[in-house]
C-alpha cells in the first residue's frame, strides 16, 4: 500500500509541475531553463576562431598632443586601428602626462603592441599644442618605425567664434 501511495504522489506532482503555466514560458525563453539544457546548448556551438594577423607595412600614426595627455594611436592606411596608447594607460598620473618623456613611453609601447602586425613604415599626424608633440614622433623613429611623412592636422579656426578672455595668473 505504501507502494501506490508514492506512486500517486509522485504522478500528483509531476501533474502539478505541467499544470504550471509560467514553468513553460521560462523554458521556451531559455531564460531559467535546466541547467543541463544550457549546457548542451553550450555544447553545440562551435568555437570561435582565432583571429588572423594579418601583416600592414605601411600604416599611420595620429599623435593627439593636449595640455593634459598626449596619445598615440597606430593604424593602417584605411584607418583600422593596430594599437593605441596613453600616459594613462602608462602609469602617468596629473599633470606628468603631458610631458616629452611620457610621450616617449607612449610612443614607445604602441610600438611595441604594434610589432605582431609587421608594421614598418608610417605617415605620423600630429593634433594639438601639447608638449608631447615633437618627442613622439621621435619617439617613433627611435623605435624602429620609418617615419615617411608629417602632417600637423591641428584645427585652426579661420577667425570663427570669438576667442574666450585671457587668464590672468
Request: charged content about 30%; hydrophobic content about 35%.
Amino acid at each position: 500500500m505504501t507502494e501506490d501511495n508514492s506512486i500517486q504522489v509522485k504522478e500528483e506532482k509531476a501533474g502539478k509541475a505541467e499544470e504550471n503555466p509560467s514553468d513553460f514560458v521560462l523554458a521556451e525563453t531559455g531564460e531559467k531553463g535546466d541547467k543541463k539544457k544550457k549546457d548542451e546548448e553550450k555544447a553545440g556551438k562551435p568555437r570561435k576562431k582565432k583571429k588572423t594577423i594579418r601583416p600592414v607595412p605601411i600604416g599611420r600614426a595620429y599623435v593627439q598632443a593636449t595640455y593634459n595627455n598626449t596619445i598615440v594611436t597606430l593604424t593602417d592606411q584605411a584607418g583600422n586601428v593596430i594599437a593605441f596608447s596613453s600616459a594613462g594607460l602608462n602609469g602617468f598620473k596629473g599633470p606628468k602626462k603631458a610631458t616629452p618623456y611620457a610621450a616617449t613611453m607612449i610612443t614607445k609601447d604602441a610600438v611595441e603592441k604594434s610589432r605582431a602586425y609587421g608594421l614598418k613604415d608610417v605617415n605620423v599626424f600630429v593634433t594639438g599644442v601639447g608638449m608631447g608633440r615633437e618627442a613622439a614622433v621621435r619617439a617613433l623613429n627611435a623605435s624602429g618605425l620609418n617615419v615617411l611623412a608629417i602632417k600637423d592636422i591641428t584645427p585652426i579656426p579661420h577667425n570663427g567664434c570669438k576667442r574666450r578672455k585671457a587668464r590672468r595668473v
